[in-house]
């Protein structure tokens, strides 16, 4: 059974930094594009960053640029989201997802998604 498990979120006040982990099990999380993406109260879901299963290229939406990294640990098949100054702006639930595409991870529909995990940034 294919299953994104994602830990992590809380809340934090500006300026502050959590880390979100996207644990996957039923399938290899190597052989995957991974994306994460937000959606906050009244908005759209929104594309923060994935990384690409063919050359490990990264991605980031302007917003969260020098302020998020995406990294992959394939031995614990996890995918990390590491988020520093974080503004109020970032509040929102936070999902992962995964798609066996081969390519630009920014063009994917992604196939797999995990429940997703509140993060609030509020002093």
């Known amino acids: 059974q294919v299953q994104l498990v994602e830990s992590g979120g809380g809340l934090v006040q500006p300026g502050g930094s959590l880390r979100l982990s996207c644990a996957a099990s039923g399938f290899t999380l190597g052989y995957y594009a991974i994306g994460w993406f937000r959606q906050a109260p009244g908005k759209e879901r929104e594309g923060v960053s994935c990384i690409s299963n063919s050359d490990g290229s990264t991605y980031y939406v302007d917003s969260v640029k020098g302020r998020f990294t995406i990294s992959k640990d394939n031995a614990k098949n996890t995918v990390y989201l590491q988020m520093n100054s974080l503004k109020p702006e970032d509040t929102a639930v936070y999902y992962c997802?995964?798609?066996?595409?081969?390519?630009?991870?920014?063009?994917?529909?992604?196939?797999?998604w995990g429940q997703g995990t509140q993060v609030t940034v509020s002093s």
């Open positions: 997802a995964a798609d066996p595409g081969w390519g630009n991870c920014r063009l994917f529909n992604y196939d797999y």
